[in-house]
């Protein structure tokens, strides 16, 4: 993302610095889904110390005035595939400047271009004013499916419901948008629509293995898990492919216990990978499997993650300050692949004297989140200072502790998800 040119002074401010700023708030955004959104260890600080060097970066352009608007249009002008971070910073401005005029000839400027329809969708998880909020709400009419994709991704994040746009794609015809109209019914407590979220599990209808994932998995967000829908997300599970770590998850967090038990002792006794059976042990919460996930602790391959769901359960932070985990993973041992954590390798013999001086302050637990049962202010805490993959966990567990709210945001602005939990919170209060 390298421009040609320096620009010119058309009004206050060094070129070069502006053009620098330009680069970095679009380099930044582009990176910020792959480095910090999709990473499952950052923390929520971390998260809120980079969104803000990109505010940072728009606040150069913006000071700039007419030469920032130079710098970005040069920016667009760039014969690239794809140009949807520029198109971000350049939608972003408009937007943060309220500048009517200057939307109107920046949304005409960009409608063409390559990667608009993501970086709308950037925008709408970006800016929180009544401007965006009303070209969010116009863009679920709109004739360009992805735009309407991108309006109904950040719906829950403007606290909007969709409103009859979603009845009307999951009663039309065509089934473009149905999956991500599912998805969108769950994010945004649309507990009205659950008898029309459950006919796309219908045997008759011919819905992919897409769709029928987030039919379930609205369904259960929603308030409607039953046999069907659980009998769903098992078939995902058995099946394999894109959606069976999040069908797993969403089933160890909402069935029954007993119900839960009696399906984790089938999984053990069938052929799923050893690392995802782990990982549903640590979703499950209960305190009763920890002697088992000391003895996988002592497997090298599975170490790591059976530390890791031995946290989930107990609490229990192999780096934290009593420096319980061992720093030289051991040799021939295979680093996490792109896009893995990597978690700390475990001392199995700290771990497990830990566990036999507090084990007996679980007994009885059946759910435990992090060491603690189930609350709203335990969610809200772990939502405020808390890891990806367990912020993600936390926003679940809210809503299916109460069905009907709104899914807390995890790809959006940090400011924004704050303002959501705060919101949140007084509704539970």
């Not at 735009?147 to 039309?172: E, P």
């Not at 029309?196 to 045997?203: C, D, N, S, Y």
Request: proline share 5%; charged share 20%.
């Amino acid at each position: 993302m390298q421009f040609d040119a320096f620009g010119s002074p058309s009004s206050g401010g060094i070129p070069v610095v502006v053009r620098r700023h330009v680069e970095e708030a679009a380099t930044r955004w582009w990176r910020r889904d792959s480095a910090y959104i999709d990473n499952s260890r950052t923390r929520f600080q971390v998260l809120l110390q980079y969104d803000e060097t990109i505010d940072a970066h728009l606040d150069g352009v913006l000071v700039a005035e007419q030469l920032g608007l130079d710098l970005i249009e040069r920016a667009l002008a760039v014969n690239a595939p794809d140009v949807s971070a520029e198109i971000f910073v350049g939608l972003a401005i408009a937007y943060l400047r309220a500048d009517g005029d200057l939307i109107a000839t920046m949304t005409t400027k960009v409608a063409n271009l390559a990667g608009a329809a993501w970086a709308y969708e950037g925008v709408f998880g970006w800016v929180a004013t009544p401007q965006v909020g009303e070209v969010l709400e116009a863009q679920l009419a709109s004739t360009n499916s992805r735009y309407r994709d991108a309006a109904l991704a950040q719906c829950h994040t403007h606290g909007l419901t969709g409103g009859a746009h979603l009845l009307a794609i999951l009663d039309g015809h065509s089934q473009d948008l149905v999956a991500r109209a599912l998805r969108t019914a769950g994010e945004c407590g649309r507990i009205d629509l659950i008898p029309t979220v459950l006919r796309w599990l219908e045997p008759s209808r011919q819905s992919t293995p897409a769709i029928r994932f987030w039919a379930a998995w609205a369904a259960t967000l929603l308030g409607g898990l039953n046999d069907v829908v659980a009998d769903e997300l098992r078939s995902i599970v058995d099946k394999g492919g894109s959606n069976q770590s999040a069908a797993l998850r969403l089933l160890c967090l909402s069935l029954p216990h007993p119900q839960l038990l009696t399906y984790l002792q089938m999984l053990s006794q069938s052929a799923m990978a050893p690392t995802l059976l782990i990982e549903a042990i640590g979703w499950s919460g209960d305190p009763s499997f920890a002697p088992w996930l000391l003895e996988q602790m002592r497997i090298p391959p599975l170490a790591a993650a059976a530390a890791e769901a031995f946290r989930l359960i107990t609490g229990f932070d192999c780096d934290s300050d009593e420096g319980d985990a061992i720093k030289e993973r051991p040799y021939g041992l295979p680093a996490a692949k792109a896009g893995e954590a990597e978690y700390p390798y475990p001392d199995v013999g700290k771990i497990s004297s830990w566990w036999d001086a507090y084990a007996a302050h679980f007994n009885g637990a059946s759910r435990l989140f992090l060491g603690s049962p189930l609350s709203f202010d335990l969610l809200a805490e772990v939502f405020k200072r808390g890891e990806q993959a367990h912020r993600e966990i936390a926003a679940l567990y809210w809503v299916l502790l109460r069905p009907g709210s709104m899914i807390l945001p995890m790809r959006a602005h940090s400011a924004i998800q704050w303002k959501r939990l705060l919101q949140l919170k007084e509704i539970s209060s």
